[in-house]
């Protein structure tokens, strides 16, 4: 392909020039290192074309040179890499009881991450706190917040962006107030992205979890809310209002259910989620400081009653995920959260379906631990941050 000098080039030569470089840049970040014999071959680009256009990325500052392959016949051939303080992604995880963060570099190497415990009694507090752990973050990686491309927040419930409104955020107290998101803006700027927790965590699932070698799968979390990310022909599918995945509205109780809660959280989510499960142990005469994983511990013992529980937890869930099935027949079904990803429920759920569904999908824990929210804030965080990064390219130059 012949280039032609930039000045005074048609509008669609630079445009083609462009195209090539992102093209390029695409190679590079999925190889990880590539030579420019490599790349030439990838892109069908012409070898003058490819050099052409690392040159333009190299002065851009979205690549470099990481040094050289040897031991092969011929002249060592010189490596390409994506540069990694090329941008910066934040990614945040909101819950009700724990902050998660991290940042990473736009190469996907994370530079920092930590977690701190909720202390804050309001929404207005947690964003305060969040702030905080931001600033935290900022510091042990050596930035300032300026340099980072994109920030994302992994939050229960659902945002709505046509709106710009958040919603169904039971589990945090005031978190749906526009006041929230407001200050939100305010303190990360017009870099924030705001993605169901449950979503990120399906994502961080699809990229290096059990989901990589599926074409669709259902993340179900079970822990202290209940939530599913579904990726559909390796896609998150959202829906038409963000609500897909919002399992925990179904009508589904075991008749221990307080109905305050269930309004405000959902049926299923009330009655199966941890606070449905210490209501039900209290019910069947379990004293004292009760947890979910005191419940689990019980039922380990041989306690009957806090069998019972566990057994109709189960059973809950296992209708959750007939109803998946039947609607979406997806390759697999990953639980996760605390209640998921407990030792002998996945057993428990899987028989459970086995009597309930047409098919029987591949049933698996995901082996994700609890920054999975955070990694999948990062992981569509990189996404974003490289349209960013692509599209702020400057013009070509000879």
Not at 58 to 84: C, D, F, H, K, M
Not at 209 to 234: C, E, K, P, Q, W
Not at 239 to 251: M, S
Not at 338 to 352: R, T, Y
Request: hydrophobic share 45%; aromatic share 4%.
């Amino acid at each position: 392909m012949a280039e032609p000098a930039a000045e005074g080039l048609p509008a669609r030569q630079q445009l083609l020039r462009v195209m090539n470089e992102q093209l390029l840049l695409a190679h590079i970040r999925q190889a990880g290192e590539v030579s420019r014999a490599e790349l030439a071959r990838m892109s069908s680009l012409s070898k003058p074309t490819v050099s052409l256009a690392l040159a333009n990325l190299e002065r851009a500052g979205l690549v470099r040179t990481s040094g050289a392959r040897t031991g092969v016949p011929g002249p060592a051939a010189i490596l390409y890499q994506v540069r990694p303080e090329a941008g910066f992604v934040l990614g945040l995880d909101v819950g009700s009881r724990f902050l998660r963060g991290a940042i990473s570099d736009l190469s996907g190497t994370v530079r920092v991450r930590s977690s701190v415990k909720v202390r804050a009694t309001s929404a207005h507090r947690l964003v305060a706190e969040l702030v905080g752990l931001a600033r935290n973050l900022y510091a042990d990686a050596g930035l300032k917040p300026d340099t980072i491309t994109q920030t994302v927040l992994g939050s229960p419930g659902v945002y709505d962006p046509r709106r710009d409104t958040l919603a169904l955020s039971g589990a945090l107290p005031g978190w749906e107030k526009p006041a929230v998101l407001a200050e939100l803006r305010r303190a990360f700027g017009p870099s924030l992205m705001i993605e169901n927790d449950v979503d990120a965590a399906a994502l961080a699932e699809r990229d290096h979890g059990h989901g990589r070698d599926v074409d669709s799968f259902a993340f179900v979390s079970v822990g202290t809310g209940i939530g599913m990310g579904l990726v559909l022909n390796g896609k998150l599918h959202r829906g038409a209002h963000g609500a897909a995945g919002e399992i925990g509205y179904l009508p589904l109780s075991s008749g221990t259910v307080d109905a305050e809660d269930a309004r405000r959280r959902g049926s299923l989510e009330a009655a199966a989620s941890a606070a449905g499960i210490v209501r039900a142990a209290r019910r069947a005469g379990m004293r004292g400081s009760v947890s979910a994983r005191r419940v689990f511990e019980a039922a380990d013992k041989g306690d009957t009653g806090a069998g019972q529980v566990i057994a109709d937890t189960a059973e809950l869930v296992a209708k959750a995920v007939c109803a998946v099935v039947t609607v979406v027949d997806p390759d697999l079904i990953v639980l996760g959260g605390g209640i998921g990803q407990a030792a002998g429920f996945l057993d428990k759920v899987a028989h459970e379906v086995k009597g309930l569904a047409p098919v029987l999908p591949e049933l698996r824990v995901s082996a994700l631990g609890p920054d999975a929210v955070v990694d999948g804030c990062l992981v569509g965080g990189l996404d974003r941050a490289w349209q960013l990064v692509t599209a702020a390219m400057p013009a070509p130059t000879a």
